[in-house]
Protein backbone atom coordinates (compact mmCIF):
# COMPACT_ATOMS: atom_id res chain seq x y z
CA UNK A 1 0.00 0.00 0.00
CA UNK A 2 2.77 2.37 0.85
CA UNK A 3 4.54 1.74 -2.21
CA UNK A 4 1.45 2.57 -4.58
CA UNK A 5 0.86 5.56 -2.60
CA UNK A 6 4.50 6.69 -3.02
CA UNK A 7 3.88 6.55 -6.92
CA UNK A 8 0.89 7.82 -6.72
CA UNK A 9 2.48 11.01 -4.96
CA UNK A 10 5.28 11.19 -7.38
CA UNK A 11 2.85 11.74 -9.88
CA UNK A 12 1.12 13.88 -8.55
CA UNK A 13 4.33 15.90 -7.77
CA UNK A 14 5.20 15.63 -11.14
CA UNK A 15 1.82 17.10 -12.79
CA UNK A 16 1.71 19.85 -10.85
CA UNK A 17 5.21 21.32 -10.39
CA UNK A 18 5.91 20.46 -13.93
CA UNK A 19 3.39 23.40 -14.63
CA UNK A 20 5.56 25.87 -12.76
CA UNK A 21 8.84 24.33 -13.62
CA UNK A 22 9.09 23.11 -17.06
CA UNK A 23 11.23 21.15 -19.04
CA UNK A 24 14.40 23.64 -20.14
CA UNK A 25 14.97 21.96 -23.11
CA UNK A 26 13.57 19.46 -25.48
CA UNK A 27 15.10 17.22 -28.27
CA UNK A 28 15.20 14.34 -30.92
CA UNK A 29 16.07 13.30 -34.63
CA UNK A 30 15.26 15.46 -37.52
CA UNK A 31 13.50 13.74 -40.35
CA UNK A 32 15.40 13.07 -43.49
CA UNK A 33 13.70 15.01 -46.61
CA UNK A 34 11.80 12.65 -48.57
CA UNK A 35 12.93 14.46 -51.96
CA UNK A 36 15.46 11.91 -53.73
CA UNK A 37 18.75 13.54 -55.87
CA UNK A 38 16.81 13.35 -59.00
CA UNK A 39 13.99 15.26 -57.38
CA UNK A 40 16.56 17.84 -56.16
CA UNK A 41 18.11 18.16 -59.63
CA UNK A 42 15.00 18.27 -61.23
CA UNK A 43 14.04 21.39 -58.88
CA UNK A 44 17.46 23.06 -59.13
CA UNK A 45 16.29 23.56 -63.25
CA UNK A 46 13.18 25.89 -61.55
CA UNK A 47 14.11 29.17 -61.73
CA UNK A 48 10.92 30.57 -59.21
CA UNK A 49 11.33 26.93 -56.89
CA UNK A 50 14.89 27.80 -56.43
CA UNK A 51 13.87 31.91 -55.73
CA UNK A 52 10.69 30.45 -53.60
CA UNK A 53 13.55 28.02 -51.36
CA UNK A 54 16.09 30.98 -51.17
CA UNK A 55 13.32 33.26 -49.29
CA UNK A 56 12.72 30.26 -47.11
CA UNK A 57 16.35 30.25 -45.74
CA UNK A 58 16.51 33.97 -44.84
CA UNK A 59 12.87 33.29 -43.32
CA UNK A 60 13.09 30.69 -41.12
CA UNK A 61 16.84 29.23 -42.07
CA UNK A 62 15.12 25.80 -43.05
CA UNK A 63 15.28 24.35 -46.86
CA UNK A 64 11.95 22.20 -47.96
CA UNK A 65 10.76 22.95 -44.29
CA UNK A 66 14.02 21.02 -42.96
CA UNK A 67 16.96 22.42 -40.80
CA UNK A 68 19.77 22.51 -43.20
CA UNK A 69 22.16 19.59 -42.34
CA UNK A 70 24.89 21.10 -39.69
CA UNK A 71 27.33 19.38 -42.27
CA UNK A 72 26.97 22.22 -44.64
CA UNK A 73 28.74 24.39 -42.37
CA UNK A 74 30.99 22.27 -40.80
CA UNK A 75 32.48 21.95 -44.95
CA UNK A 76 33.63 25.77 -44.15
CA UNK A 77 34.91 25.45 -40.74
CA UNK A 78 38.12 26.67 -40.30
CA UNK A 79 41.25 24.02 -39.55
CA UNK A 80 42.62 25.80 -36.06
CA UNK A 81 46.29 25.02 -37.63
CA UNK A 82 45.60 27.33 -40.32
CA UNK A 83 45.01 31.16 -40.55
CA UNK A 84 42.42 32.08 -42.77
CA UNK A 85 38.77 29.56 -43.98
CA UNK A 86 39.40 27.85 -47.22
CA UNK A 87 35.98 26.76 -48.40
CA UNK A 88 33.61 30.33 -47.79
CA UNK A 89 30.65 29.54 -50.03
CA UNK A 90 28.36 26.38 -50.33
CA UNK A 91 25.41 25.53 -52.18
CA UNK A 92 22.54 24.58 -50.22
CA UNK A 93 20.30 22.45 -52.55
CA UNK A 94 23.55 20.38 -53.02
CA UNK A 95 23.26 19.26 -49.27
CA UNK A 96 19.95 17.71 -49.37
CA UNK A 97 20.03 13.84 -49.48
CA UNK A 98 23.66 13.82 -50.28
CA UNK A 99 26.13 11.58 -49.60
CA UNK A 100 28.96 13.84 -49.67
CA UNK A 101 26.68 15.60 -46.76
CA UNK A 102 25.27 12.42 -45.09
CA UNK A 103 24.59 12.48 -41.33
CA UNK A 104 22.12 12.08 -38.12
CA UNK A 105 21.18 15.30 -37.46
CA UNK A 106 19.93 16.03 -33.56
CA UNK A 107 18.16 18.95 -32.49
CA UNK A 108 17.83 20.20 -28.76
CA UNK A 109 15.85 23.02 -28.14
CA UNK A 110 15.95 25.00 -25.38
CA UNK A 111 14.31 28.72 -24.21
CA UNK A 112 16.20 30.62 -26.55
CA UNK A 113 17.70 28.78 -29.41
CA UNK A 114 17.47 25.38 -31.35
CA UNK A 115 20.75 23.46 -31.68
CA UNK A 116 21.35 21.24 -35.00
CA UNK A 117 24.12 19.18 -34.23
CA UNK A 118 25.83 16.20 -36.58
CA UNK A 119 28.10 13.66 -34.01
CA UNK A 120 30.46 11.17 -35.25
CA UNK A 121 30.34 8.56 -32.67
CA UNK A 122 33.35 6.81 -34.01
CA UNK A 123 35.49 9.65 -33.71
CA UNK A 124 33.76 11.03 -30.48
CA UNK A 125 33.38 14.27 -32.56
CA UNK A 126 30.63 17.02 -32.52
CA UNK A 127 29.37 20.09 -34.73
CA UNK A 128 26.43 21.80 -34.28
CA UNK A 129 24.85 25.34 -35.16
CA UNK A 130 22.22 27.68 -33.86
CA UNK A 131 20.26 30.46 -36.03
CA UNK A 132 20.22 33.91 -34.33
CA UNK A 133 18.45 36.03 -36.82
CA UNK A 134 18.76 38.01 -39.93
CA UNK A 135 20.28 41.26 -40.71
CA UNK A 136 20.68 43.77 -43.94
CA UNK A 137 17.69 41.69 -45.56
CA UNK A 138 20.25 39.07 -47.39
CA UNK A 139 22.27 37.95 -44.40
CA UNK A 140 21.86 35.38 -41.92
CA UNK A 141 23.92 35.22 -38.52
CA UNK A 142 24.48 31.75 -37.41
CA UNK A 143 26.49 30.32 -33.85
CA UNK A 144 28.31 27.18 -34.25
CA UNK A 145 30.14 25.18 -31.65
CA UNK A 146 32.91 22.40 -32.78
CA UNK A 147 34.69 19.66 -30.71
CA UNK A 148 37.14 17.48 -32.77
CA UNK A 149 37.32 14.75 -29.88
CA UNK A 150 39.48 16.44 -27.68
CA UNK A 151 38.33 19.04 -24.48
CA UNK A 152 38.69 22.14 -27.41
CA UNK A 153 35.69 23.32 -27.97
CA UNK A 154 35.56 26.31 -30.26
CA UNK A 155 32.50 28.83 -30.87
CA UNK A 156 32.54 30.68 -33.92
CA UNK A 157 29.63 33.68 -35.09
CA UNK A 158 29.18 33.27 -38.89
CA UNK A 159 27.69 35.53 -40.92
CA UNK A 160 25.78 33.87 -43.98
CA UNK A 161 25.11 36.16 -47.24
CA UNK A 162 21.88 33.73 -48.83
CA UNK A 163 21.51 34.24 -52.60
CA UNK A 164 20.27 32.72 -55.87
CA UNK A 165 22.73 32.50 -58.44
CA UNK A 166 22.74 30.26 -62.25
CA UNK A 167 25.19 27.87 -62.90
CA UNK A 168 25.36 25.73 -66.46
CA UNK A 169 24.91 22.24 -66.78
CA UNK A 170 24.25 19.41 -68.97
CA UNK A 171 20.74 18.65 -70.49
CA UNK A 172 19.53 15.36 -68.21
CA UNK A 173 19.44 14.01 -71.77
CA UNK A 174 22.72 14.15 -72.67
CA UNK A 175 24.45 11.33 -71.31
CA UNK A 176 21.60 9.27 -72.48
CA UNK A 177 22.01 10.33 -75.92
CA UNK A 178 25.68 11.09 -75.74
CA UNK A 179 25.03 14.74 -76.95
CA UNK A 180 26.63 17.30 -75.22
CA UNK A 181 25.76 20.79 -77.12
CA UNK A 182 23.07 22.22 -74.94
CA UNK A 183 24.39 23.74 -72.10
CA UNK A 184 21.33 24.51 -69.65
CA UNK A 185 20.60 27.02 -66.82
CA UNK A 186 20.47 25.44 -63.01
CA UNK A 187 19.78 27.68 -60.13
CA UNK A 188 21.28 27.33 -56.77
CA UNK A 189 21.22 28.63 -53.19
CA UNK A 190 24.42 29.45 -51.85
CA UNK A 191 25.41 30.58 -48.54
CA UNK A 192 28.83 32.80 -48.79
CA UNK A 193 30.19 33.38 -45.57
CA UNK A 194 31.04 37.26 -45.23
CA UNK A 195 32.36 37.19 -41.62
CA UNK A 196 34.13 34.44 -39.62
CA UNK A 197 34.96 35.30 -35.87
CA UNK A 198 35.88 33.43 -33.34
CA UNK A 199 34.14 33.83 -29.92
CA UNK A 200 35.81 33.75 -26.14
CA UNK A 201 32.41 32.23 -25.00
CA UNK A 202 28.42 31.39 -25.74
CA UNK A 203 25.73 32.71 -23.70
CA UNK A 204 22.78 34.43 -24.23
CA UNK A 205 22.43 35.79 -27.65
CA UNK A 206 20.34 39.05 -28.52
CA UNK A 207 20.36 40.67 -32.19
CA UNK A 208 19.18 44.08 -32.12
CA UNK A 209 19.12 45.74 -35.28
CA UNK A 210 23.14 45.47 -36.59
CA UNK A 211 24.31 44.57 -33.00
CA UNK A 212 24.62 41.61 -31.10
CA UNK A 213 25.12 41.16 -27.75
CA UNK A 214 26.53 37.77 -25.73
CA UNK A 215 26.12 37.54 -21.89
CA UNK A 216 27.05 34.87 -19.93
CA UNK A 217 26.17 35.49 -16.34
CA UNK A 218 27.48 32.45 -14.18
CA UNK A 219 30.84 34.10 -15.78
CA UNK A 220 30.08 37.72 -15.05
CA UNK A 221 31.36 38.48 -18.79
CA UNK A 222 28.91 40.38 -21.76
CA UNK A 223 30.39 41.28 -25.23
CA UNK A 224 28.25 43.20 -27.76
CA UNK A 225 29.86 42.86 -31.61
CA UNK A 226 28.53 45.86 -33.33
CA UNK A 227 27.88 43.83 -36.92
CA UNK A 228 27.55 47.20 -38.85
CA UNK A 229 30.66 47.74 -39.97
CA UNK A 230 30.47 44.44 -41.73
CA UNK A 231 28.04 45.05 -43.24
CA UNK A 232 29.48 48.80 -44.47
CA UNK A 233 32.29 46.52 -45.58
CA UNK A 234 30.16 44.93 -47.81
CA UNK A 235 29.27 47.94 -49.61
Known sequence: ???????????????????????????????????SRQDILEKSCDKE???????????????????????AFKSMEQWISDLIPGVITIDLLATINSNQFFGEVTFEKNEELTWYALKNEKENSSF?????????ND????????????????CTLVILKIERDTTWDWDKSAYEKQVFDNPVP??????????Y?????VGDFELKE???TIKRDDLGKSMTINLSKIMQGQN
Do not use: W
Not at 2 to 30: E, R
Open 49 to 71: SVESLKNEVLEKFTLMDRPITPA
Open 1 to 35: MYKILKKVLIVLVSVVFGNFFPAQSTHGKVNPHYL
Open 186 to 195: RYRVLAKQIA
Open 210 to 212: NAL
Open 139 to 154: KCVVVTRSNGGGSLTT
Open 128 to 136: EYAFIGKID
Open 197 to 201: LHLPF
